[in-house]
């Protein structure tokens, strides 16, 4: 077991002072990992907990979970223990159960991090199960990023210190500490995808390559490299991320898949929508920034909204329905959901240039009302011309996604400021000025 000491080490896993929870099912993996880092503690300079998730798949998953609270009240280790509707979760989302389980699960370990309560969320994975994945990874269609397998350290928070040990070791280790453990029967049922490779692939394979778990983690670890080397050529200015959502420029589209796929992982890693994207819908993407209209919408797993926009393609899991909420014109500062803040200023001293939007006092109707768009309503451009409101908002290339979030000042069916775009020809400052609405706009 003296490899996962030195892997903590070599990748620099923990740090001192680290709050560590280690993912325990109460199975024989985790209890090995728990009870390996609560004995080297001292040495590792880290305190140790424990965090165990009930998904209510099993009858007797409660069982299962009272076992790890007593073994941790036993043996003074702190636990934090919580149950979950895994199969509920799954059927909302549309997911599988496996795919299901696991939002669950990373969803308590992740609400751990932001109350503060730990720093590190350890994970008992081994050798064996990073075969597994790799093949599991490449029966789904990955590319040479999932045939890479699990990472080692991830986001600086999650950390498999077996990852390089094998299932034997772990075995060894539980029977000469005499360390406790249950046996999860869900293991034995090869419907699971992963327990199908484990049950029935894996054996066959080992029966005539002996060595097959560490030749398939080696050729993972070849592709993590060359996936690293790829990664590096990827341009910083491609992406923009702002908000919780991600948009790259039309134009990256027409580089290899190879650069492109990696592209789009990378946009939507950033606003967390990275989960259950297979190849399949890479190219869907690729597909819809080369050859689909503007404005074109492809729904994906999870809640994920990919649109082609003008000049980028657009990655958000914002569905946000149009808005008939209307907000009075007044002096002073007016916050708006789903768009920014509004603050208008009455003053009679000004230059063009000092805020968002001047315009004319005296030429604003008093029953002007800030809402959001309509049928029917007509915008007269700055220098002269009057459109449809939305005809207008096509020619200044606003998303569609946006138009219907962007707050208008109107009275009537005429509109005399698009909020953070322009403003009416009619309402314009000029030499007879002399009391302005100096508005400015900042969009969150």
Sequence with gaps: ????????????????????????????????????????????????????????????????????????????????????????????????????????????????????????????????????????????????????????????????????????????????????YVEDETNDNSEYNRNYIRNQIMPLIRNRWQNADSAIVSFGANCREDDSYIESTISSDALLVEDGIARVYINYFINPASYTYRLILRALKAINMNTNIEKKHLKMICNMALESENGTKISLPNGLTVIKEYNFVTFTNRNIKPSNKTYPFTKGKLDISNFGLIETNIVKKFKVGDFTHLIDATKLPKDAIWRFRKDGDVFEKFGGGTNSLSDYLIDKKIPLRLRNLTPVLASGSEIYIIAGVEISDKVKVDKSTKTAYGINVVRF
């Excluded at 003296?2 to 280690?22: C, P, S, T």
């Excluded at 209890?31 to 001292?42: A, E, I, Q, S, V």
């Excluded at 300079?45 to 609270?69: K, L, P, Y």
């Excluded at 990955?142 to 040990?165: E, F, K, Q």
């Design 1 to 180: 077991m003296e490899n996962i000491l030195k892997n903590i080490k070599k990748r620099q896993m923990l740090r001192y002072g680290d709050r560590v929870a280690v993912a325990c099912s109460g199975g024989k993996d985790s209890m090995c990992l728990l009870n390996f880092l609560w004995t080297h503690r001292d040495e590792l300079g880290i305190t140790v907990c424990a965090v165990n998730v009930d998904h209510g798949i099993r009858e007797n998953s409660a069982n299962d979970s009272e076992f790890v609270i007593n073994y941790c009240q036993k043996n003074g280790i702190k636990v934090y223990s919580f149950k979950v509707n895994a199969k509920q979760f799954a059927e909302d989302k549309k997911l599988t159960l496996e795919q299901g389980a696991r939002e669950c699960r990373y969803r308590v370990f992740k609400s751990l991090i932001n109350k503060n309560l730990v720093d590190k969320i350890a994970l008992a994975h081994h050798l064996q199960d990073q075969a597994e994945t790799i093949l599991l990874n490449i029966f789904r269609g990955t590319g040479i990023g999932g045939a890479s397998g699990m990472d080692y350290v991830r986001d600086d928070i999650y950390i498999r210190p077996m990852l390089d040990t094998s299932k034997a070791s772990i075995s060894a280790y539980i029977e000469s500490n005499d360390i406790p």
